[in-house]
Antibody, heavy 119, light 111 residues
């Protein structure tokens, strides 16, 4: 059974960098055919795709976030991470990590989410 | 602003059917950008309920069905149950920009 778990600070100051890690169990971040993704949801609002890193390390991110997004794979720990720089209150959200099965192009496994407040 | 538009809310009585639309530009909905659907009950993480327009993952009840016509994808819940009360989101993959987009979301209320 595949399980994803987000971790990181719940409070970040404006202009600083938000850092989150997703720990994967039951699958390998190095396995082919996967995108490891980040999705966020501001309080009371809808879902917003942040970006993904593939099993090979290639990345793609939401153009609206410009160049603030950095994603990495940590294969020895079976984790992947998100860094979002120069945060503002608009980045306050629940952040979810999720797995995409590339063949299905759908987010088929989700973490429980972690709330990050910028203040 | 999302490129996938959903109605803000739909409602129905137990046992009835409701349909949620997901309308996009031609670049987001089509043969090479299959739509998926997610259910999000209050206070929980979203869950995949339909992928590749109409395929249900294992464990998803068959009262959930998906379809597509032109630039609009649809999710139908037949035989509405109280536990179906949740927010529902569509999503599509944009192959031209290797990115994903979510719909605006629809709240389903069981009367």
């Amino acid at each position: 059974q595949v399980h994803l778990q987000e971790s990181g600070p719940g409070l970040v100051k404006p202009s600083e960098t938000l850092s989150l890690t997703c720990t994967v169990s039951g699958d390998s971040v190095s396995s082919g055919g996967r995108y490891w993704t980040w999705i966020r949801q501001p309080p009371g609002k809808g879902l917003e795709w942040v970006g993904y890193i593939s099993y090979s390390g290639s990345t793609s991110h939401n153009p609206s976030l410009k160049s603030r997004v950095t994603m990495s794979l940590h294969t020895s720990k079976n984790q992947f991470s998100l860094k979002l720089s120069s945060v503002t209150a608009a980045d306050t959200a629940v952040y979810y990590c999720a797995r995409v099965a590339i063949a299905a192009r759908a987010f088929n496994i989700w973490g429980q989410g972690t709330m990050v407040t910028v203040s | 602003q999302s490129a996938l538009t959903q109605p803000p809310s739909v409602s129905g009585s137990p046992g009835q059917s409701v349909t949620i639309s997901c309308t996009a530009t031609a670049s987001d909905v089509g043969s090479y950008n299959p739509v998926s659907w997610y259910q999000q009950p209050p206070g929980t993480a979203p869950k995949l309920i339909i992928y590749e327009v109409s395929i249900r993952p294992s464990g998803v009840p068959d009262r959930f069905s998906g379809s597509e016509s032109g630039n609009t994808a649809s999710l139908t819940i037949s035989g509405l149950q109280a536990e179906d009360e949740a927010h529902y989101y569509c999503s599509s993959y944009r192959s031209s920009s290797t990115s994903y987009v979510f719909g605006t979301g629809t709240k389903v209320t069981v009367l």
